[in-house]
């Protein structure tokens, strides 16, 4: 059951925010479970930013025959 009342999720957006939602986090959930970004082990803001990019464009090219075959 949702906290959100029927005011909100009556319209259409928010139906297509939820859709929206639940596409960008699988990406955040693979780069946590299959990535390794859970816990990093690079410091600094530089390092980590690079090592998430990377992890990143792994899942695209993981997503990529998917989207292709479709």
Do not use: C
Request: glycine letters at 6%; charged letters at 25%.
């Amino acid at each position: 059951h949702s906290a959100i009342d029927g005011r909100t999720t009556r319209h259409e957006s928010h139906a297509l925010s939820q859709k929206h939602r639940k596409r960008i986090e699988e990406a955040f959930g693979w780069a946590k479970t299959v990535g390794g970004m859970a816990q990093t082990v690079y410091r600094r803001i530089e390092r980590v930013r690079s090592r998430f990019i990377l992890t990143m464009v792994a899942n695209n090219l993981a997503r990529l025959p998917r989207l292709l075959a479709a």
